[in-house]
């Protein structure tokens, strides 16, 4: 299978809040666009990496369209097992590891 072109869309930075460092991203208009053209059944995923070569004053990070698709051949329909919890009973999330559900007071803002 040949190596699909790489998608650049947005940059973005680290910043410091008092809650923490958060991500904050950028978008022009035709990143926009992008985003909106490659659109598969309503979402688009992007990956944001760490720019090898920072410059002061300018963004940090990249943002690259995630264009990887599961293989049609293997794919059941179904979540995997190793992605369900064992117990239906369980709270946690297995595929993110985290819980399913917050209260107000987990939420810093």
């Avoid at 995923?45 to 943002?63: A, F, Q």
């Avoid at 590891?97 to 007071?105: R, V």
Wanted: hydrophobic share 25%.
């Amino acid at each position: 299978m040949a190596k699909e072109q790489t998608i650049y869309c947005g940059s973005g930075r680290i910043i410091k809040t008092k809650h923490g460092e958060l991500p904050k991203l950028s978008f022009s208009e035709s990143d926009l666009k992008t985003l909106k053209q490659n659109l598969d059944k309503g979402w688009v995923n992007c990956v944001m990496k760490e720019k090898r070569n920072k410059t002061d004053g300018k963004p940090t990070h990249y943002l690259e369209l995630d264009q990887w698709k599961p293989d049609a051949s293997r794919q059941s329909g179904s979540v995997s097992q190793s992605h369900r919890s064992k117990d239906n009973s369980d709270d946690i999330d297995q595929s993110v590891g985290m819980p399913s559900e917050f209260d107000d007071e987990d939420i810093p803002f």
